[in-house]
């Protein structure tokens, strides 16, 4: 007695049933791997912000935290936060200082200095030598700004004044995958620390 050719209905079923499970499996794969992906990206991009507000400090000798330069240094007008060129990430009532205080453009400060610091020069060796970052660096894995609370910002790097009042921790941050920045924008340095999915590198 001879076998017919071809497969029957429970083979093809067992059959796509297997095909659908390989399926399943490479699809979750390679979510983890484009996740991941993205979280490496992020934390690499705050990681090099934080090492050009670094950079910017050596050569200036203060830190971007003002909208106006006077005789060439940091100004008077303070501002709340440095962001990148991209669409700001949303906040809670506990966080929205990141984008409800005064803010200002990290590549006006980093990259094109369009507040006037006093520029390096054949006579002089300290001044804004920028750019400090890459105009590549404008929104993270997700398509938000990356934000650095740089109103805490502070060159004696002390965590409270002598009267007793403790400095808030300085963040280079990303909201994350959701999007919404829960770190607040100020902790007092002795015990800051990241929030929900929040990716950032600490300044100070």
Same mark, same amino acid.
């Given at each position: ?36 992906? %993205? ?69 006006? %400060? ?49 965590? %409270? ?25 100020? %902790? ?17």
């Amino acid at each position: 007695m001879f076998r017919q050719e071809g497969m029957t209905l429970v083979e093809v079923t067992v059959l796509l049933a297997v095909i659908g499970i390989l399926v399943g499996l490479m699809t979750t794969a390679t979510g983890d791997l484009l996740g991941q992906s %993205q979280t490496v990206r992020t934390h690499e991009d705050v990681e090099y912000i934080g090492r050009a507000i670094g950079e910017f400090y050596a050569d200036n000798g203060f830190f971007p935290r003002t909208v106006d330069s006077i005789a060439g240094r940091s100004g008077t007008m303070e501002i709340g936060s440095l962001v990148s060129d991209a669409p700001l990430p949303g906040t809670t009532t506990s966080t929205g200082l990141w984008t409800e205080s005064q803010i200002s453009s990290m590549a006006g %400060q980093l990259v094109r200095n369009e507040v006037g610091y006093r520029v390096r020069d054949t006579s002089r060796r300290a001044g804004w030598n920028g750019p400090y970052v890459s105009t590549a660096i404008r929104d993270d894995a997700w398509g938000h700004a990356y934000m650095v609370n740089v109103f805490w910002l502070d060159q004696r790097d002390i965590v %409270q004044d002598a009267d007793g009042t403790k400095l808030g921790a300085v963040w280079v941050i990303s909201a994350g995958p959701n999007g919404v920045v829960e770190t607040p924008f100020y %902790q007092a340095r002795d015990n800051a620390r990241l929030y929900g999915d929040d990716i950032g590198h600490r300044l100070q």
